[in-house]
């Protein structure tokens, strides 16, 4: 069962601006912290933001001031604004619940991520 759909990735340019949305399945997405993660080519996944589920949010260091992480509890909906993209931010970025990921079966669930590719 699909549990999280990530959309919105694309190519863009150095400089320019990406909006990623995360569609949660009904059921806990309002009652868990969620985040963005992102895989960079040959490299592990990382957390990029989180936020709680009263919207409080947190950034790593490198994506601060650029990006917003943002939810819609009632849509089951989550957002992360990117802008003022560089290179370094090339990556699928995908979205779960944080700071334990979702598990189903017994084994943690990842989407399929969106891929953002940022051009110089």
């Known amino acids: 069962q699909v549990q999280l759909v990530e959309s919105g990735g694309g190519l863009v340019q150095v400089g320019g601006s990406l909006r990623l949305s995360c569609a949660a399945a009904?059921?806990?997405?309002?009652?868990?912290?969620m985040a963005w993660y992102r895989q960079a080519p040959g490299k592990q996944r990382e957390l990029v933001a989180s936020?709680?589920?009263?919207?409080?949010?947190n950034y790593r260091n490198s994506v601060k001031g650029r990006f917003t992480i943002s939810r819609d509890n009632a849509r089951n909906m989550g957002y992360l604004q990117m802008g003022s993209l560089d290179p370094e931010d090339t990556g699928v970025y995908y979205c779960?619940?944080?700071?334990?990921?979702?598990?189903?079966?017994?084994?943690?669930?990842w989407g399929k991520g969106t891929l953002v590719t940022v051009s110089s």
């Open positions: 009904e059921g806990i997405f309002g009652f868990n912290d």
């Open positions: 779960n619940y944080y700071p334990t990921p979702l598990r189903v079966n017994g084994g943690i669930y």
């Open positions: 936020i709680t589920v009263g919207g409080v949010p």
